[in-house]
């Protein structure tokens, strides 16, 4: 008998990876989206503040409203396999386990929503692997994705009875992922030929990228405090975005008038990150762009917030501006190569 009681030949499992997302609804239906929504915005990291206004704003005005209409919108991208989201991040799953071979064991949990983190860590445990790698699909660092992840996955793992988790750290400029990035999107810049690339990223409450400054002086001081990154800001999310942008940027050859940096998907009256995407496509239009290609590289899969909030949305509206072409450049989603740059990583880690 081969160690622990295997049969001969079988390959000893050694390593779990999570791979973990932000979540979704189960049906592009408002009873689902509600429930999602419930979940996702009742995490205090992400709708931040003090508790009784944070349940005012949650269940007196987001979800007696919000889920009928995004619901609409997810009906507008959901496919006959389910979530584009879900639907990436299972393809990105099985192409992974492929790749790394039967001595790992790869999972997908979602933050919120199914499949949850505790699933996933029930079925590291069950399978009786001896470390977990625990990779959050988000490039930049923010407590509202990354944070949060990191603590609920620690808790879940902890609860299942499974080894602790070593969680890899953000990869918003680690050059595999830039060069996956470029690599996904070079073809479909050289057939658009734009006038313009925008990288377009998921927004965020000024007040969270204030509070990750260590210094409490540097992020949002000035207008170049994203310029580089230094002490102050190495856990700063929007500093993060700027450094993807230049990387990706330099990695396609982009001029620096050819490219900018925008934020999409704020919520509520409070401030949130600048500049925003939709105030953003009138000035570019304005200047004459009018082939517009969009890159949103905090998702590395396709999901709601670029399908519809950029590939529907912002179309429509480059068009009533007088565009003649946005197009929407994927997200990683499983494309080979970056199936290849998480095997590595996983690899240089196990």
């Not at 009873?31 to 003090?50: I, K, N, Q």
Request: charged share 25%.
């Amino acid at each position: 008998m081969a160690e622990d009681g295997a049969p001969p030949g079988a390959v000893e499992v050694r390593t779990g990876v999570l791979l973990v997302n932000l979540g979704t609804p189960d049906a592009p239906q408002p009873a689902e989206v509600r429930r999602y929504l419930r979940e996702f915005l009742g995490d205090p990291r992400v709708l931040d503040g003090p508790a009784l206004r944070r349940w005012l704003l949650l269940h007196l005005v987001i979800l007696p409203r919000r889920p009928r209409v995004t619901a609409r919108a997810y009906a507008k991208i959901w496919t006959p396999e389910g979530s584009p989201l879900l639907v990436h991040g299972e393809a990105l799953r099985r192409a992974l386990a492929r790749e790394l071979g039967p001595e790992y064991a790869v999972v997908l949990g979602m933050r919120y929503g199914r499949p949850s983190l505790r699933e996933a860590a029930e079925r590291l445990a069950a399978a009786d692997v001896a470390r977990i790698l625990a990779l959050p699909l988000f490039p930049q660092w923010s407590e509202a994705a990354s944070g949060s992840a990191a603590a609920k996955l620690r808790q879940e793992v902890a609860r299942a009875d499974a080894p602790p988790a070593s969680v890899l750290p953000p990869f918003y400029a680690e050059p595999r992922f830039v060069a996956a990035v470029a690599a996904v999107a070079a073809p479909r810049l050289a057939e658009l030929r734009p006038d313009h690339v925008l990288f377009s990223y998921h927004g965020l409450p000024e007040r969270q990228v204030r509070a990750a400054d260590r210094s409490g002086r540097h992020c949002l001081a000035d207008p170049g405090c994203c310029d580089a990154i230094g002490a102050a800001n190495a856990r700063c999310y929007r500093a993060h975005c700027f450094a993807t942008t230049r990387a990706v940027a330099g990695a396609l050859g982009l001029a620096s008038d050819a490219h900018s940096t925008s934020f999409q998907s704020r919520l509520g009256r409070t401030p949130w990150i600048r500049p925003f995407t939709d105030e953003v496509l009138p000035r570019l239009a304005a200047r004459g762009v009018r082939r517009l290609a969009v890159l949103c590289p905090s998702f590395v899969a396709d999901c709601l917030e670029t399908l519809e909030e950029i590939g529907i949305r912002a179309a429509d509206q480059w068009r009533a501006l007088g565009g003649v072409a946005l197009r929407l450049v994927p997200s990683l989603n499983a494309e080979p190569v970056w199936v290849r740059a998480v095997a590595d990583w996983v690899r240089e880690r196990a």
